[in-house]
């Protein structure tokens, strides 16, 4: 049974910065794509980041490219999510994903394509 575990999530203020950390057990992580998706209240899940399982290929959500960075250690099966400059806007709570796959170029940004999910890490961006 394949399990993430989020972690690294906090309060922290408007500009600062925060690493997530999504930690897999129970699988051969390295053939695995994985993304990070966030869920702010009253508001759909919305893609932030994905990852293919060679690391080659990484993807973001419109509203996070430039200040987001995605990257993995599949000796370690974690996969990270570097975000700088936050805002409150931020604010959500941020699931990691994961799907089995052969294919080197893939890294999903639809959340349906994923078939583990975490339970998530509130972020709390404050103004």
């Known amino acids: 049974q394949v399990q993430l575990v989020e972690s690294g999530g906090g309060l922290v203020q408007a500009g600062g910065s925060l690493r997530l950390s999504c930690t897999v057990s129970?699988?051969?992580?390295?053939?695995?794509?994985a993304g990070w998706f966030r869920q702010a209240p009253g508001k759909e899940r919305e893609f932030v980041a994905s990852?293919?399982?060679?690391?080659?290929?990484?993807n973001y959500g419109d509203s996070v490219k430039g200040w987001v960075t995605i990257s993995r250690d599949n000796a370690k099966n974690t996969v990270n999510l570097q975000m700088n400059s936050l805002k409150p806007e931020d604010t959500a709570v941020y699931y990691c994903?994961?799907?089995?796959?052969?294919?080197?170029?893939?890294?999903?940004?639809?959340?349906?394509?994923?078939?583990?999910w975490g339970q998530g890490t509130q972020v709390t961006v404050s103004s």
């Open positions: 990852i293919s399982w060679s690391g080659e290929i990484t």
């Open positions: 129970g699988g051969t992580f390295s053939v695995y794509a």
């Open positions: 994903a994961a799907v089995l796959t052969w294919r080197r170029e893939l890294a999903p940004a639809d959340a349906s394509a994923y078939t583990y």
